[in-house]
C-alpha cells in the first residue's frame, strides 16, 4: 500500500529493444544463455501459472507445478528439437505434472474446498470470480449456489477430463492443440469435451 | 424429426467452441434456422457457458513474482564466465582434497586479489553486473574484431510509496511494464494513494487499456472510493461496453450504482440500456436488469 516502504527494480529500455524471435531464444537458452531462458520463461509462465492455479485452485500447488515445470524445461531444453512448438512441448510438460497431482487428489479424495486467495483461504463456494459479493447479498448466493453446481461437476470429472475442458474452455485452445499436448488425438479430446459438455448441461443448465 | 433435435442439442456446445466440422456445422445450423426449440436450447447453452466465465478464477496477484523468484533461486547456476571463477569452480567441483586445499587455495587468492589490484585489467571483462546481447559484430582486414552489445544495467531506487521519486516509477511501470505481474502489483501498490490526481488517472487508463483482466480488476478496487467523480464515473460508463471481461462488466455496474437510485441520472441509465442492447451474458444483463429497475427505467430504449 502508499506509503509503505517500496523497491524499484529498473532494468532498461534498451532490454525490450532486443527482439529476438522465439527460436533465437530457445537457440540462446540451449546454449547456456540465462537471461534468454528468462525471457522464454515469462513469454509462457502466467498462462502456465493460470493455468495450475485453475485446475488445482492451490497457490502452493499452482507455485509447484511452476518450479517443477520450469526446472524439467531448463534441464531438458537441450533435447527440445523443434519438431513440434515450444508451447506443445511446455504444455506436454505441465499438462503432466497436473494430472499426475489431480490424480494423486482422487486416490486420496483430498480436495479440499478450502481454497486459497489473495486474502487468505477460503470456502469454494465463496469463490465467483467477484472479490466485492458482499456489496450485494443476493448477488453473492446466486453466484455461490452456481460456482457449487460448477464445483460439483468439475469435482466428478476424471483427470483427463477436466483438463481437456480446462484448456478448451478456459484456455481457449483448439482441440488439435489439446490433442497434441496430451498426446492424443483430436478425436479423442472432442470425445472427451463431448462427455464433458454433456455432464456441465445437465447440471447447469435449469439454473440459467 | 426427434432424434435429429436430440443430436443437434447434444453438439450445441461443440458449435459454441466452433469444434464441429464444417459438414456438421451445416447441418447443425439448417436445422437450427427451423427449430425453434432447438434454438431456445441453444440460448440455454450459451447462457451456462456464460455463467462457467463468471466462475473463473485467477491466481493472486503476487503468486507470478514469487514463483519467479524462487525459479530463479532454484536455477542451476550459470557456468562462471570469469578465469578466476572458472579455476575456482574446477577446483570446488573437481579436487576430492578441496577441503585441505581451501584454506590454502583462500590464500592464494588473497594474494591474487592484492597484486591484481595493482596490475593493469588485462582481461578487458565488464566489471558491472550487466545482462548484454550482442547486437553486431564486425572484422577489419587487420584481423580486429568490433563488438557491439546491448546492455542492460539492473538500478534499485528505495523509498516510501508517497516519495516523488518512487511513485513516478511506479505510475511509470503501472503504464509500461511488460510484465501483467509487475503491472499489478504496481497497480495495487498505487491504490493508497488514489487521493493523488495522478495516481488516480494511472488507475482509470489501466482499468480502460491494460490487456491483462487482473490488472484492470486491481484498478477497478483502487478507484471505488472515487466511483462518485465525474472522470471515474465516464470510465466506468466506458468500461461497461468496451471491456470484453463480464466480471470487469459487474463491477463497473456496482459501482456505478451503489450509491442507491440517486446516482442513477440520465446518461447512466442510458450508458445501462445501451449495454442491454449488445450484452450477451445472462449474468451480467440480470445486473444491468435490477440497475435499471432500481432507477425506474425501462431496459430496452424505445
Known amino acids: 500500500m502508499l506509503n509503505g516502504d517500496t523497491r524499484v527494480a529498473l532494468t532498461g529500455q534498451n532490454r525490450l529493444a532486443v527482439n529476438m524471435d522465439e527460436s533465437s531464444?530457445?537457440?540462446?537458452?540451449?546454449?547456456?544463455d540465462q537471461d534468454a531462458f528468462e525471457r522464454l520463461v515469462r513469454g509462457y509462465d502466467q498462462s502456465v501459472l493460470k493455468l495450475a492455479y485453475s485446475l488445482l485452485r492451490s497457490a502452493d500447488d499452482a507455485q509447484d507445478i511452476y518450479q517443477e515445470a520450469f526446472l524439467r524445461v531448463h534441464k531438458n531444453l537441450h533435447q527440445f528439437r523443434f519438431d513440434c512448438s515450444f508451447h506443445t512441448w511446455l504444455y506436454r510438460i505441465v499438462t503432466n505434472l497436473c494430472l499426475d497431482l489431480l490424480r494423486k487428489r482422487k486416490v486420496r479424495k483430498e480436495e479440499s474446498s478450502v481454497v486459497d486467495t489473495a486474502e487468505g483461504p477460503r470456502d469454494r463456494a465463496e469463490l465467483t470470480g467477484d472479490t466485492r459479493a458482499s456489496i450485494d447479498p443476493q448477488r453473492a448466493l446466486v453466484s455461490g449456489q452456481l460456482r457449487q453446481r460448477i464445483d460439483a461437476v468439475l469435482g466428478e470429472l476424471t483427470?483427463?477430463?477436466?483438463?481437456?475442458?480446462?484448456l478448451r474452455h478456459f484456455e481457449g485452445m483448439r482441440l488439435r492443440a489439446i490433442g497434441e499436448a496430451l498426446g492424443t488425438s483430436e478425436e479423442a479430446a472432442k470425445n472427451c469435451l463431448f462427455r464433458v459438455t454433456q455432464k456441465m448441461r445437465?447440471?447447469?443448465?435449469?439454473f440459467v | 424429426m426427434k432424434l435429429a433435435c436430440d443430436s443437434v442439442r447434444e453438439?450445441?456446445?461443440?458449435l459454441l467452441y466452433g469444434e464441429l466440422s464444417f459438414t456438421e456445422e451445416e447441418a447443425v445450423q439448417a436445422h437450427l434456422q427451423g427449430c425453434t426449440e432447438c434454438r431456445a436450447a441453444l440460448d440455454t447453452e450459451r447462457a451456462w457457458h456464460d455463467g462457467l466465465a463468471l466462475a473463473t478464477v485467477e491466481p493472486p496477484a503476487d503468486l507470478l513474482v514469487k514463483c519467479r523468484q524462487q525459479l530463479r533461486a532454484n536455477l542451476p547456476e550459470p557456468v562462471p564466465q570469469n578465469w578466476?571463477?572458472?579455476?575456482w569452480r574446477g577446483l570446488d567441483l573437481n579436487l576430492n582434497l578441496r577441503s585441505l586445499a581451501k584454506p590454502a587455495m583462500a590464500l592464494g587468492l588473497v594474494a591474487?586479489?592484492?597484486l591484481g589490484a595493482r596490475l593493469p585489467n588485462l582481461t578487458e571483462a565488464p566489471q558491472e553486473t550487466a545482462a548484454a546481447h550482442v547486437r553486431y559484430v564486425e572484422a577489419d582486414a587487420a584481423g580486429n574484431v568490433r563488438i557491439v552489445l546491448d546492455e542492460t544495467k539492473p538500478r534499485i531506487v528505495s523509498g516510501r510509496t508517497d516519495d516523488p521519486q518512487v511513485r513516478r516509477w511506479l505510475l511509470a511501470a503501472a503504464r509500461e511494464a511488460n510484465d501483467p505481474g509487475l503491472r499489478a502489483e504496481t497497480v495495487a501498490l498505487l491504490q493508497g494513494g488514489v487521493e493523488a490526481v495522478d495516481v488516480r488517472r494511472a488507475l482509470v487508463s489501466a482499468l480502460e487499456s491494460d490487456p491483462n483482466p487482473g490488472v484492470r480488476l486491481k484498478a477497478i478496487e483502487g478507484l471505488r472510493r472515487h466511483a462518485g467523480e465525474r472522470d471515474t464515473r465516464q470510465a466506468l460508463m466506458r468500461v461497461l461496453t468496451a471491456d470484453e471481461n463480464p466480471g470487469i462488466r459487474t463491477q463497473a455496474i456496482d459501482l456505478l450504482t451503489e450509491s442507491g437510485p440517486r446516482s442513477l441520472d440520465a446518461q447512466m441509465v442510458g450508458a445501462l440500456q445501451q449495454l442491454m442492447r449488445r450484452e450477451e451474458n445472462g449474468y451480467v444483463r440480470q445486473r444491468c436488469e435490477k440497475a435499471l429497475r432500481l432507477a425506474n427505467a425501462s431496459a430496452e430504449i424505445f
Open chain 2, 84 to 87: 578466476l571463477q572458472r579455476l
Open chain 2, 112 to 114: 591474487v586479489g592484492y
Open chain 1, 25 to 32: 531464444l530457445i537457440r540462446a537458452a540451449q546454449a547456456g
Open chain 1, 202 to 206: 445437465v447440471a447447469l443448465g435449469d
Open chain 1, 159 to 166: 483427470a483427463r477430463e477436466r483438463m481437456v475442458f480446462e
Open chain 2, 11 to 14: 453438439n450445441l456446445s461443440l
